[in-house]
């Protein structure tokens, strides 16, 4: 029997091809004045990876929420820089702070903010002057429109991070981004986990809308921005659990006045609604909402009720709120509010702003905050918006009388407060005011006209 055997012959691998990059800036198209951006086309995509990839020294970043690529090219064709857009950093204090957020404002418009991941270059050092700066700032101009035409909103502010060890900024710089000081230098090590890397980077940031910030810090987003708002989570605190159980236990000392056999207890009660107000909640159906966002823990520390046989801590319900408001002495629950929000803030800060929100027709609360922080310093509590001794005016006024000092300080109000008493209650304590002029006092709208057109450019105009 004859065996038949087969040689085979392994053939050799080829190597895999190199993928395809955008080619370096050539002397001749760096001299191209005009500079437009283009959306990365979805074709181009491997090739912009690729390019990143082989580089920049982070390599291409991973796509992740919101996501966009520019190509900024010549009026010629020639690409000049690659950029990457994604989501803003989750909580930056300096950032925060320059803005003037507070925990939830940040939580649900932080997709109002994008974060410049990547910027390559694709030409030598020195090839043309200012390029950099340049195809940075062509690209900022252009990304408003084509965020929104891939997302549905338009971001009002950009963020980056450069690495002192490798860069200085200059282009950020020289393109009108704004230093804002040193990231705390921690990587993200899960997805609620950040470990030190002892490598803090600088951080800037670029508004792009003239009014960003008092955007960011307004209670109603324009059309144009509004898609961006995000449901906050539950459990978001305006403060902190500790500053919540001290303000519990503070608010316990006010007369309740509704039967001895109530269920929930008004320590916790008001404190879920002076947390809801500080939050930003502005009726009794938003106070009752926030309330059922808190977590088991939480229910749990303010000695909230359990249900019978289980695990679960209630909240109240709409009808609580709504009979408390309206029984409860409005002027002894100011007095404890006021003397616990001075005794934490320190010292006033150089700007603070008076203004009133009523909860429906029930009770109004009027907040001196800062300007800068949104924080609140002091609180007062009317019933009426004018006309008794009870009103937002009075409760101004009051509250004036209640500061030691004001030396250095201005407080700003709406028209409303435009009132002679009020503003000599201010300058007695050593401060300074900024009242809204409106066309129902018309003899002192035209005063102010007429001081305006003698003295244009003075700052108290």
């Not at 038949?4 to 198209?29: E, G, I, M, V």
């Not at 010629?76 to 507070?102: Q, T």
Request: proline share 8%; aromatic share 6%.
């Amino acid at each position: 029997m004859k065996t038949h055997t087969t040689a085979t012959t392994a053939k050799a691998a080829k190597p895999a091809a190199k993928p395809a990059t955008y080619p370096q800036l050539r002397l001749s198209d760096a001299s191209a004045q005009h500079l437009r951006v283009e959306p990365c086309p979805p074709g181009q995509a491997r090739i912009f990876e690729a390019t990143m990839n082989e580089r920049h020294y982070l390599k291409a970043a991973r796509p992740v929420g919101d996501y966009a690529r520019q190509i900024v090219r010549t009026s010629a064709g020639a690409p000049v820089a690659l950029l990457e857009w994604g989501p803003a950093c989750y909580a930056l204090k300096d950032r925060d702070k320059h803005i003037g957020w507070n925990p939830n404002q940040r939580l649900s418009r932080l997709k109002l903010i994008v974060q410049n991941r990547r910027f390559l270059l694709l030409a030598d050092k020195g090839i043309a002057p200012n390029l950099a700066s340049k195809a940075l700032a062509a690209a900022l101009r252009a990304l408003p429109e084509q965020w929104e035409q891939l997302h549905g909103y338009r971001p009002l502010m950009a963020e980056t991070f450069t690495d002192p060890e490798r860069f200085e900024g200059t282009c950020y710089k020289a393109a009108n981004w704004q230093p804002l000081g040193k990231s705390a230098g921690n990587s993200r090590h899960r997805a609620d986990l950040y470990i030190p890397n002892q490598s803090p980077k600088n951080l800037w940031t670029y508004p792009l809308h003239p009014d960003a910030k008092k955007i960011l810090c307004s209670d109603e987003l324009p059309p144009a921005h509004a898609k961006a708002l995000t449901t906050e989570k539950a459990g978001t605190l305006p403060i902190t659990e500790k500053h919540m159980l001290n303000l519990c236990e503070l608010l316990a000392q006010v007369p309740d006045p509704r039967h001895r056999n109530t269920r929930y207890k008004i320590g916790p009660v008001l404190t879920i609604v002076c947390m809801a107000l500080l939050a930003g909640r502005r009726d009794i159906a938003q106070i009752h909402r926030f309330g059922q966002s808190l977590q088991q823990p939480q229910r749990r520390s303010l000695c909230l009720p359990r249900k019978p046989n289980t695990k679960f801590w209630q909240v109240p319900d709409y009808n609580v709120y709504y009979h408390l408001l309206n029984r409860i002495d409005p002027d002894a629950l100011a007095r404890l509010l006021n003397d616990w929000l001075q005794s934490r803030a320190g010292d006033l800060p150089d700007t603070l702003a008076m203004d009133g929100k009523m909860i429906r027709q029930h009770i109004g609360t009027l907040t001196l905050a800062s300007h800068e922080t949104k924080a609140p310093r002091a609180t007062a509590v009317y019933d009426q918006k004018e006309n008794t001794k009870r009103c937002e005016l009075k409760a101004a006024q009051q509250l004036i009388q209640t500061i030691a000092h004001l030396d250095g300080k201005t407080i700003t109000a709406d028209a409303l407060h435009c009132q002679k008493q009020t503003a000599q209650l201010i300058v007695e304590r050593g401060g300074d005011y900024l009242l809204q002029v409106k066309g129902n006092q018309p003899q002192l709208e035209t005063q102010c006209q007429t001081q305006a057109a003698q003295h244009p450019g003075a700052p108290f105009f």
